[in-house]
């Protein structure tokens, strides 16, 4: 059975705080803990301790990580690579890499190829015990930075940290006219768009909550530049409530069909999120392809 060994030395400024305490601030799911736990998986100085044992600068943690632990133990995506993975940032537990526009996410049907999860499982090919798996997603058309796990344990770290909304991404995006206001808020629920099932709508079918912040950073003759950050994460939200203010994005064909710029202007240009089995926040940003630039110069 495929299995995953995390060794941890704690650092000279490790809290006082219990083992069970350290698992849970590391966003570790409590069923992953109870596994540990049970099967005497992890090791404190290398025995195994009670969970309440106050944790000290220096100690060593091992941690061991069987496919049973998770609902999805093994990455199923097809090594593809034919084009190459621009990484921005990676550690043993997770890379940034940042998606082109135009090549979506992941595969929809298996031995799909042509994706960016193609390309990330042909680049840790060569690194021991890791493949590629999903954190989050960013539309086909979208370019920008995004988090790819190595290994299942990862993936349940981070995935808590979406939830708890620890995770945060920092857009850019060119939009029609000339956006007045400095910055604002679109509150406004996203739901499927009857019509059209793949597509969303404000007040749609099962609408959700969304909040979208916004900042100009641009004027331009035609379009404005804007900031935006997401509260909530629904599908295509920044397209969504662009177009409901009477902003859409430049080159949306689904929510601009009356565009004619060669790709989508939204670009995720940076996430910040916290390093799994540490407290650290790093921040990772993507920069502007020349394409998007280009598109900007002449709006």
């Known amino acids: 059975m495929q299995k995953w060994l995390k060794t941890i030395e704690l650092p000279v400024d490790q809290p006082d705080v219990t083992l069970r305490e350290q698992l ?53 995506y097809a090594a593809e690579a034919t084009g190459q993975l621009e990484v921005l940032w990676e550690n043993e537990d997770v890379l940034v890499a940042n998606k082109p526009a135009g090549i979506k996410t992941h595969p929809n049907s298996p031995g799909e190829t042509g994706t960016l999860m193609n390309l990330a499982q042909a680049y840790l090919a060569n690194q021991p015990n890791s493949s590629a798996y999903m954190v989050h997603r960013l539309d086909g058309a979208t370019s920008g930075a995004i988090v790819i796990a190595k290994n299942p344990v990862a993936v349940s770290i981070l995935n808590a940290q979406l939830k708890t909304k620890q995770i945060t991404r920092q857009y850019v995006a060119l939009v029609m006219g000339t956006v007045t206001q400095k910055q604002g808020v679109v509150d406004l629920p996203i739901g499927i768009d009857p019509e059209h099932v793949r597509l969303r709508k404000v007040n749609g079918v099962k609408s959700q909550a969304a909040r979208t912040h916004w900042q100009v950073l641009e004027k331009r003759e035609t379009a404005t530049l804007l900031q935006l950050e997401l509260e909530t994460g629904r599908t295509h939200q920044i397209r969504v409530h662009m177009q409901a203010i009477g902003h859409p994005i430049v080159g949306d064909v689904y929510y601009n069909p009356a565009t004619n710029s060669s790709r989508l202007m939204l670009h995720a240009a940076k996430i910040s999120f916290k390093l799994p089995f540490s407290q650290k926040e790093i921040s990772v940003k993507a920069p502007i392809t020349a394409d998007f630039s280009a598109i900007v110069k002449k709006s």
């Open 24 to 76: 849970t601030a590391w966003a570790l799911p409590r069923r992953i803990q109870g596994q540990l736990r049970q099967n005497r998986r992890v090791l404190l100085n290398g025995r195994y301790q009670n969970m309440q044992t106050h944790l000290k600068p220096g100690d060593r943690l091992e941690m061991t990580f069987l496919a049973t632990d998770f609902m999805t133990a093994t990455s199923q």
